[in-house]
C-alpha cells in the first residue's frame, strides 16, 4: 500500500528558505499518468496546491508561487523535494504531499503532512 | 484558474441529523468533482469522485450528487466520527483547485 511521509525544518526565517522532501515507500512512483503533487493548508485557511510533478517530465506551479518555487525528484529513491524561497509569514502552513491521478483526477493517499512555521 | 465555492464555511449538527454541504463550480466541470475529509490533525482522505462516487471503504451515509455546476455532498445520518473539515476539488482543469473547506461540528 502506498504511503507518503514529509518531512522539513519546521521553523523558517522569513526571507530564508523552506526545503521539504516527501518520502514514498510501498509503490511506485512512476506509474503512468500519474503526477507527485504538493500541497498546503494555511491556518484557518482551506487547501491550496502548491504543484506537481508528472509522469510526462512537465512540471507545474501555481501562478502565485511560480517565481518562488522549484521542485524535484530522485526517483531511483523515491523521493521528491520542495524548494520555496524568500518566505514570509503566509507560507505558513501545513505541508502535505500526494499522487494525483490525470486519470481519475484524484489526490489519494495524502502524507501526514509536516508543519512549517515562518518566524524570526 | 476556476474557483470552487463551499457552503455552509461550517455547520453544527446532532447525531443522527442529515447534512448537506454545497461546492459551486464557476464555470462546467462534468463530473470532474472529488470531496475530502479532513479530521482534526490528520491528512486529508479521499470520500468521493466523479462526483458522486463512494471511495472504497466510505460509509454509505455518505452520497454525492450534481445538478449543473453545483455540487452536493450529503450525510445522510451524522455520527460522531463526521466531525471534520470538508473539501471539494475540481479536475477538469490542471492546475486543479480546492474549495476553502466547511467545518463540521457535532452539537
Known amino acids: 500500500q502506498l504511503q507518503l511521509q514529509e518531512s522539513g525544518p519546521g521553523l523558517v526565517q522569513p526571507s530564508g528558505t523552506l526545503s521539504l522532501t516527501c518520502s514514498v515507500s510501498g509503490g511506485s512512483v512512476t506509474y503512468n499518468n500519474y503526477c507527485w503533487a504538493w500541497i498546503r493548508r494555511p491556518p484557518e485557511k482551506g487547501l491550496e496546491w502548491i504543484g506537481a510533478?508528472?509522469?510526462?517530465?512537465?512540471?507545474y506551479y501555481s501562478s502565485t508561487l511560480k517565481s518562488r518555487l522549484i521542485m524535484s525528484a530522485d526517483t531511483s529513491n523515491k523521493l521528491f523535494f520542495l524548494n520555496l524561497y524568500s518566505v514570509t509569514a503566509a507560507d505558513t502552513a501545513v505541508y502535505y504531499c500526494?499522487?494525483?491521478?490525470?486519470?481519475?483526477?484524484?489526490?489519494?493517499?495524502w502524507g501526514q503532512g509536516t508543519p512549517v512555521t515562518v518566524s524570526s | 484558474d476556476i474557483q470552487m465555492t463551499q457552503s455552509p464555511s461550517s455547520v453544527s449538527a446532532s447525531i443522527g441529523d442529515r447534512v448537506t454541504i454545497t461546492c459551486r463550480a464557476s464555470?462546467?466541470?462534468?463530473?470532474?468533482l472529488m470531496w475530502y475529509q479532513q479530521r482534526p490533525g490528520k491528512a486529508p482522505s479521499l470520500l468521493i469522485y466523479g462526483a458522486s462516487n463512494l471511495q472504497s471503504g466510505v460509509p454509505p451515509r455518505f452520497s454525492g450528487s450534481r445538478s449543473g455546476t453545483d455540487f452536493t455532498l450529503t450525510i445522510s445520518s451524522l455520527q460522531p466520527e463526521d466531525s471534520a473539515t470538508y473539501y471539494c476539488?475540481?479536475?477538469?482543469?490542471?492546475?486543479?483547485?480546492f474549495g476553502q473547506g466547511t467545518r463540521l461540528e457535532i452539537k
Open positions: 500526494a499522487p494525483y491521478s490525470k486519470s481519475e483526477g484524484w489526490f489519494d493517499p
Open positions: 476539488q475540481q479536475a477538469i482543469i490542471f492546475p486543479t483547485t
Open positions: 510533478m508528472c509522469d510526462t517530465g512537465k512540471t
Open positions: 464555470q462546467n466541470i462534468d463530473n470532474l
